[in-house]
């Protein structure tokens, strides 16, 4: 039995998030869709995250095991010539039998993009927050450093999160300018947050930002988030920033 | 009668395409519904450019005018408030009545990207053409000279256009690997084409790219461009480049 290390990526907004939800077009639901086409069999897949509606990715990792022996040199091609345009296989490896994607990733990186500006350009809509007011990124900073390190983060975690144990450890958490040129010489002016942790709650890496632009925006002050992370109260923290702003960039295995 | 210049941008991928057309959604149409609603009266467009369904602006100018005489101060965010968010007013300007974005352009600027490589990054889809063959840039920009200057394009005009005369002045072909960073450290190649012309015909661009591609593919000579122009016979160009890969950069005026 083969154990099969894909890489993936995907364009979120035409997906109702990663994990299969009856009528929904998810991208799980796709993926496994293929690997029927082209394995003629039911192919369970294992993932690194499972994303929400409207998230993006440009580096998850699933994996799945399969009786018969396949030439993987082909599988890439032959499973996107199998997929939609909004997800791709970027990679393909043979594990060993113990890799588990989801229970093997020792860390995670996450960007989430915001247009810090009056008017939204268009071809970024679905990939960028558009925030108007202009954020004080010296105090988001500044907030951000309560955020790093192992904490308990009931307080960033959804209500409804599953997990039991809310410990996790950021690694690193870098706020800073960035700028897109797509086409000509116009310069996007874009805020980049970016996060590393070894794993992350149930949208807690967008309540971390909701409440970070709070920051930004003046309306807290950056040592409420110490306050906030030590209470354990999910009320207590900022608004939820939208999906359509973040990207899982890379899962990192032993 | 003030005559106002907006300058807009869009993402051609929901549109079929600027101009008008019996019930399907136009970047015209749409305009032209948010000036209704603001006005509350049939406002016509005039336009630097009717790009096809699927190409892409950055820096269309659409000329207008009104009798009432409005603050234009607020006018670029009243019509943002009502346009759908895929086109946007980029730039508002009174200007003197002879203004006329159509007939007043001098010269316009398009850049059509291609990703040549492997697996089209899903983000991109929309925005470049995928070519897998390793193109030649070396003979394509050796190619592109011989349509620098003035020349009659008759065979890069498509069939149906509807320009008697074909001679059109192109000012610069510039042929350029370049590189995007949307998220992470990963940089995706792309091959840049951008083309300034005093104007340019029905699928001049397209058409002036897709047999640039040929050259760049090695199934034709660099030499042939220059035959191709001279030869002013349609069938002789290389097939027209998909609209999705391109995008208006700007049109100027005196």
């Known amino acids: 039995m083969r154990n099969i290390k894909l890489t993936i990526q995907y364009d979120g907004t035409g997906f109702a998030g990663y994990e299969l939800q009856p009528g929904k077009r998810t991208v799980r639901g796709e993926m496994e869709k293929a690997l029927f086409k082209l394995f003629k069999k039911k192919i369970k897949l294992i993932s690194s995250s499972r994303t929400d509606s409207g998230v993006h990715s440009v580096g998850s990792v699933v994996n799945f095991k399969l009786l018969n022996p396949i030439p993987t040199d082909n599988l890439q091609m032959a499973l996107n010539s199998r997929l939609p345009e909004d997800v791709r296989v970027i990679g393909t490896r043979v594990k060993g039998q113990e890799f588990n994607a989801r229970f093997g990733a020792k860390s995670k990186t996450y960007e989430y993009l915001i247009y810090n500006g009056p008017v939204m350009p268009v071809h970024l809509r679905n990939i960028a927050w558009h925030i108007k007011q202009q954020l004080d990124l010296s105090a988001m900073k500044k907030a951000a450093r309560h955020l790093v390190g192992k904490h ?93 702003g973040l990207c899982l960039i890379k899962v990192c295995y032993n």
């Not at 070894?198 to 920051?215: A, H, Q």
């Not at 306050?227 to 923290?237: P, Q, S």
Request: contains cysteine.
């Open 152 to 244: 308990d983060f009931t307080s960033f975690c959804a209500a409804h999160g599953d997990d039991k144990d809310k410990v996790r450890e950021i690694h690193q958490l870098v706020i800073s300018h960035s700028s897109l040129v797509i086409w000509g010489e116009t310069k996007v002016p874009l805020i980049r947050i970016r996060i590393t942790g070894n794993g992350f709650l149930y949208k807690m890496v967008r309540n971390i930002v909701g409440t970070l632009v709070e920051v930004g925006r003046g309306t807290r002050d950056e040592a409420e988030v110490k306050t906030i992370l030590n209470a354990k109260n999910r009320c207590l923290a900022g608004k939820t920033a939208p999906a359509h």
